[in-house]
């Protein structure tokens, strides 16, 4: 069976300060792969995603940046993170054209 | 992609029916119609998808009508489990678009007891 892992699980860092939140997934193969936040509140917000290994389409112009450096892994990073950026982090896979996303647990990113 | 409008939150006791409506007056032709729930600190779990009609599961149905400016999600007998964010989205999840749906704010349900 698939299963979607994000780590870590919670993150608290300080203005200014670089960022790394990876995932990953077991399972499939050449899954389509995306990145979300969801600021407090509700509503998802899609910043990346990506259809194959090197190719990522960014959503959103911010500091944030994205990369799949193999088949089923995605990370996303910052060089220097803003107050802004805090959020909860999701990661999300798919077989493509109308198929189900799955979602992994999540990461919860303070940013003080 | 077709925007989406759904209320803001809703109420229900255990054991009764709940229908929430969304909204999608720019639907295009190949754009289906899909439900996520949200639990709070959780990611989004699908719940259902339709293109047109009926489609109904194990835990909802979809009421799709022929102008498919709308959809409603039906969820029969709801629980206190069922407390959560409803997502409406709309799209056709294009593999040039690597499938990308787009969330809205959602409707929160909340059902009491």
């Known amino acids: 069976s698939q299963t979607i892992h994000q780590w870590p699980a919670t993150l608290v860092q300080p203005v200014g300060s670089p960022l790394s939140l990876e995932c990953t997934v077991e399972g499939t193969s050449n899954p389509n792969l995306y990145w979300y936040r969801q600021a407090a509140g509700r509503g998802l917000q899609l910043l990346f995603y990506s259809v194959g290994i090197g190719q990522i389409s960014s959503e959103v112009p911010q500091n944030l940046s994205a990369s799949r450096p193999q088949d089923r892994q995605f990370i996303l990073s910052s060089k220097k993170l803003l107050l802004s950026d805090s959020g909860f982090y999701l990661c999300?896979?798919?077989?493509?054209?109308?198929?189900?996303?799955?979602f992994g647990p999540g990461t919860r990113l303070t940013v003080l | 992609l077709a925007k989406t409008t759904q209320p803001i939150s809703m109420d229900s006791y255990e054991g009764q029916e709940v229908n929430i409506t969304c909204s999608h007056n720019n639907i295009a032709t190949n754009d289906y119609i899909t439900w996520y729930q949200q639990f709070p600190s959780q990611g989004p779990r699908f719940i259902i998808q339709?293109?047109?009609t009926k489609v109904t599961n194990e835990v909802a149905s979809l009421f799709i009508p022929a102008d498919r400016k709308s959809s409603t999600l039906s969820l029969p007998r709801v629980s206190l489990s069922d407390t959560a964010v409803y997502y409406c989205l709309v799209g056709d999840g294009r593999d040039n678009q690597g499938g990308k749906l787009i969330f809205g704010q959602g409707t929160e349900l909340s059902v009491k007891p």
């Open positions: 999300a896979w798919s077989l493509g054209r109308r198929s189900e996303q799955f």
């Open positions: 339709g293109y047109k």
